[in-house]
T-cell receptor
Framework: DTEVTQTPKHLVMGMTNKKSLKCEQH?????MYWYKQKAKKPPELMFV???????INESVPSRFSPECPNSSLLNLHLHALQPEDSALYLC?????????????FGSGTRLTVV | AQTVTQSQPEMSVQEAETVTLSCTYD???????LFWYKQPPSRQMILVIR??????QNATENRFSVNFQKAAKSFSLKISDSQLGDAAMYFC????????????FGAGTILRVKS
């Protein structure tokens, strides 16, 4: 298995809803990442987990809450989002957090906040 | 802080022709990694090619090759024999050798392939 699987592919939620995005990989990778991507823009890093511990939090608002239950799974819990949070949310993984390891990306969750 | 610049917002190429996408970067480091990623409409970011800065030889992957000019801090991507499936957004990216440093992306270039 050489994939990063993200579910759901599309999500529409109201500003008062609570939802979660899920990311899964079975490549034995020990670093996992959440990115936010607006249309025709590069991805912006949100969080990095390395060996199941939060390594980087790019000053993301607390309405986004990451969770890494085990080495294969990464969740992003969403609560009280704003319309400007509508974006493509990409998950990625790499064998380790060193520079020479390439990233494997999922195909993302398209989130719309109404 | 490192920066990556892609000066071409959009490019077009005729099928079977060759196209070059430009990328420059700014860094004070001597060793680092450079990448080209492709993002088709399917949304998944796909690694196209990777270059290690300390290696003089330009990386090549089938129809994709780079022209890495370390002194000029330039890292262009050449796509030969362009195919319709090459149409995508292409991102140039930089990563420091320092453990834990994040990937820095350029703004991207949209490549259109004409049949």
């Amino acid at each position: 298995d050489t994939e990063v699987t993200q579910t759901p592919k599309h999500l529409v939620m109201g500003m008062t809803n609570k939802k979660s995005l899920k990311c899964e990989q079975h490549m034995g990778h020990r670093a996992m990442y959440w990115y936010k991507q607006k249309a025709k823009k590069p991805p912006e890093l949100m969080f990095v987990y390395s060996y199941e511990k939060l390594s980087i939090n790019e000053s993301v608002p607390s309405r986004f809450s990451p969770e890494c239950p085990n080495s294969s799974l990464l969740n992003l819990h969403l609560h009280a989002l704003q319309p400007e949070d509508s974006a493509l949310y990409l998950c990625a993984s790499s064998q380790d957090f060193g520079a020479h390891y390439g990233y494997t990306f999922g195909s993302g969750t398209r989130l719309t906040v109404v | 802080a490192q920066t990556v610049t892609q000066s071409q917002p959009e490019m077009s190429v005729q099928e079977a022709e060759t196209v070059t996408l430009s990328c420059t970067y700014d860094t004070s480091e001597s060793d680092y990694y450079l990448f080209w990623y492709k993002q088709p409409p399917s949304r998944q970011m796909i690694l196209v090619i990777r270059q290690e800065a300390y290696k003089q030889q330009n990386a090549t992957e089938n129809r994709f090759s780079v022209n890495f000019q370390k002194a000029a801090k330039s890292f262009s991507l050449k796509i030969s024999d362009s195919q319709l499936g090459d149409a995508a957004m292409y991102f140039c990216a930089y990563r420091s050798m320092e453990y834990g440093n994040k990937l820095v992306f350029g703004a991207g270039t949209i490549l259109r392939v004409k049949s």
